[in-house]
């Protein structure tokens, strides 16, 4: 069975554990949280004891996870064993083990065997319907599968109202709108704060005034998600997360290495995608993640291939100003001034112009 996350603890308490889980997705918090739940509601069913694989790299040894299933454990009837597969790919061998393990804990339990010796708990960072198979086809069999994906910009202030209901804080509309604001998708950031809010509030419903006096601006302004916000189109917020990068003491040049690299990562994939290539196997080469390919593809919609290449010159301009090295014939410049203008040229077509 496929859950929501928000679904699962629910689900948990409402029967025994089942043979298999997966949790897997983009959202660290989320993946973390369902994980937990299911730690924690296996250690209630007395699975005492706990095996950690972590599947981090080729030369894992999927016999030894094999043969964990099939020993008798040494000191505890019940296990929990736990497989990290941070790219949600398992390869043949690990899915032939995982498909394996299913298949067994499903006939144990046609055979009326009763709660499973062995609760199998998959957890992944990345995921997508490519990852899936019949290995996490099998999971879903015996199990649940918890699809932990990133809460959409729109689905925030739900998302925060939900978990302040279920932690007793109740607040106004604008409230929610204010704590949106201050933590910007970073949903740790968001959890940690409506902890706070939870210890803080007291009765009554918090109004905006209420609330800005009682959160942190936890919001991220790291070059990452700066670049992430150009690229996704956002040219308001990548200005107000320059700003907040500005006002925290950082250093332009500080800041250009992701730039650049960044943006010499969209030229390269432009240039593929302008001569018709593979642009799967560009994504693959460039080592962009299943679960960002959505930005850039949005991205090199926005601007043909020659643009991109002059965002790259322009990324070069702007970290020699940054550094005091104008060439003959330029004028001194405002770095932060120069380096806004080509966030909000990447972000925004109309704004190309900006780009010379």
């Known amino acids: 069975m496929e859950l929501k996350p928000e679904r699962l603890v629910a689900q948990l308490g409402a029967e025994a554990p089942r043979a298999a889980y997966l949790v897997a997705g983009a959202e660290p918090l989320l993946v973390l949280e369902a994980a937990d739940a299911i730690r924690a509601r296996a250690r209630e069913c007395g699975y005492a004891e706990r095996e950690v694989f972590d599947a981090d ?5 999927w016999n030894a996870l094999d043969a964990s299933f099939r020993a008798p454990s040494l000191f505890s009837a019940q296990r929990l064993i736990e497989l990290r597969l941070p790219t949600g790919r398992p390869g043949k061998e690990g899915a032939e083990v995982i498909a394996g393990y299913c298949a067994e804990a499903q006939r144990a339990a046609k055979d009326g065997a009763g709660a499973p010796e062995i609760v199998l708990l998959v957890t992944a960072r990345e995921w997508s319907r490519q990852h899936g198979g019949k290995w996490s086809e099998a999971i879903a069999g015996v199990g649940h599968v918890v699809l932990a994906n990133p809460v959409r910009p729109h689905e925030l202030e739900g998302w925060l109202e939900s978990r302040m209901r279920q932690r007793g804080v109740r607040a106004e509309r604008a409230a929610v709108q204010r704590l949106a604001e201050r933590v910007q998708g970073n949903l740790l950031a968001a959890a940690q704060e409506v902890d706070k809010l939870a210890l803080l509030a007291g009765e009554g419903t918090l109004d905006a005034a209420r609330m800005e006096s009682l959160v942190a601006d936890a919001a991220r302004f790291d070059v990452f998600r700066l670049v992430d916000a150009a690229l996704a189109g956002q040219a308001a917020q990548a200005a107000r997360m320059l700003a907040g990068l500005r006002a925290e003491g950082e250093a332009v ?29 560009e994504f693959k080469a460039q080592r962009v993640w299943d679960s960002k390919q959505a930005v850039y593809k949005r991205a090199l919609s926005r601007h043909p291939a020659a643009r991109w290449e002059r965002f790259v010159v322009m990324a ?27 966030l909000v040229a990447v972000a925004e077509p109309k704004a190309a112009a900006l780009a010379g």
Do not use: C, H, T, Y
């Open 316 to 342: 070069g301009a702007v970290d020699r100003i940054a550094k005091g090295r104008v060439r003959s014939g330029e004028e001194p410049a405002d770095a932060w001034l120069a380096l806004e203008r080509l």
């Open 57 to 61: 790299g080729r030369e894992f040894d």
């Open 253 to 281: 040049p500080a800041l250009m290495g992701m730039v650049v690299m960044e943006l010499n990562r969209v030229a390269a994939l432009a240039r593929v995608q302008a001569r018709g290539g593979n642009l799967a196997a």
